[in-house]
């Protein structure tokens, strides 16, 4: 096991959780009186050196670089401050002068904006209270959310089972021992409890803590025996809505508010805006965000994307020489540069200057409307079905 652990926690810090996992149920064990079982054997010890030997390679490499990795998973996880990381030599974007070009360009897109403001995104009535009681709710309400339709059986095989309780433990305990109880117990507690409480100071995402649903499943599945054709059912519509799913996220079919539908958000225009960024010449191309960068190398494998820092969170583009390989030095001798960004005012870049911008308007029926400054005031075929708001603009040196 501490191989394994070791060879998790390369692939995804996340492992750590495994640790409080076997010490729960190395607890439970070592409490339940067997002396040669649990915390009391030299076991665990062992394994948990081996894991930090198998590891070790990547903590010498981290001491080597600033412990880079730690510091942003850190602050992605726990919301920290974020840290000088980028290797970048571009410089971070400032706010912009009142009467500069920015500002200028952004003008001739304002009405649109509060337009679209005002039309599309205003907030029903009860969506303030919802946001607030999600702060406490949120959280849990996803991680049952996970088992869809399932949730009907666990509750009517719970209710029955609560009535027939003696029964029902003798059952379990002739299914499974009690340190595989234990072990599947800790399993399905331990990320639910851990990243809970981390719900409570930064923002936790649903899949962060899903791996408890492999625990889950153990117990479950012994509750559940009795009942397996009902278990095949439910289990077969929750298939049919993840095909449902799948459908919308390629034509769009369900009546979901648009900017309010992340499959959409996610996966809708980007296969578009790629084919447009692909026939830009005259200076290299950035953009805000780790999203639109990864997702237009994925569309268009030969564009030399990359990301420009201090807009959104830092990313691979960033961390990795090889994706951020554009000196400032260099940007200045070649004089110009395209920035794709998905906020309305461009950022003020030392020593560039904003000359033309264009929103990217990708509308769920429609595709992608290109609309330049010039005449973004008179056009009027706006489509009202928008899934993304992009910028895109052009800057030459001063």
Not at 198 to 223: C, F, P
Not at 257 to 262: F, K
Not at 271 to 281: N, R, T
């Amino acid at each position: 096991m501490g191989v394994f652990t070791g060879m998790g926690l390369w692939a995804k810090y996340t492992m750590l959780l495994i640790g409080v996992v076997f010490l729960w149920a190395l607890i439970r064990e070592s409490l339940s009186g067997k002396s040669s079982n649990g915390l009391k054997s030299p076991w665990p010890y062992a394994g948990g050196l081996v894991a930090l030997l198998v590891f070790s390679p990547h903590l010498l490499w981290n001491a080597d670089n600033d412990w880079i990795t730690f510091k942003f998973q850190l602050r992605h996880g726990f919301s920290l401050d974020r840290p000088e990381m980028p290797i970048s030599t571009l410089p971070a974007p400032e706010i912009p002068d009142p009467n500069g070009p920015e500002l200028a360009l952004a003008s001739a897109f304002s009405d649109i904006i509060l337009a679209q403001e005002r039309n599309e995104l205003r907030p029903k009535f009860w969506e303030p209270a919802l946001k607030k009681l999600n702060i406490y709710l949120g959280f849990y309400s996803s991680q049952f959310a996970i088992w869809g339709l399932l949730l009907f059986p666990l509750i009517a095989a719970w209710r029955r089972q609560h009535k027939n309780r003696k029964d029902h433990r003798v059952r379990i305990k002739q299914a499974m021992t009690p340190g595989a109880t234990q072990i599947f117990t800790s399993s399905f507690a331990a990320p639910l409890i851990v990243f809970g409480l981390i719900s409570l100071i930064s923002k936790v995402e649903a899949n962060w803590s899903a791996m408890y649903v492999i625990g889950a499943a153990g117990l479950i599945g012994l509750h559940l025996t009795p009942y397996i054709r009902n278990i095949v059912s439910y289990a077969a519509a929750n298939a049919a809505i993840v095909g449902l799913l799948i459908l919308h996220a390629n034509t769009g079919i369900l009546p979901l508010r648009e900017h309010r539908d992340r499959i959409l958000n996610e996966t809708h225009g980007y296969g578009d805006l790629a084919e447009i960024a692909a026939k830009l010449h005259g200076g290299p191309l950035f953009s805000d965000s780790y999203q639109i960068a990864s997702m237009l190398r994925f569309y268009q494998p030969k564009l030399a994307i990359r990301q420009w820092p201090g807009i959104t969170r830092d990313s691979e583009f960033l961390r990795r020489p090889e994706l951020s390989d554009m000196n400032y030095e260099t940007l200045l001798q070649i004089g110009s540069f395209w920035l794709i960004t998905s906020e309305q005012i461009p950022p003020k870049i030392k020593g560039f200057k904003p000359i033309e911008m264009a929103q990217l308007r990708d509308c769920k029926d429609a595709g992608i409307q290109v609309i330049k400054a010039s005449v973004a005031g008179a056009f009027d075929a706006r489509c009202k079905a928008l899934i993304h708001d992009w910028f895109l603009l052009s800057y030459t040196s001063l």
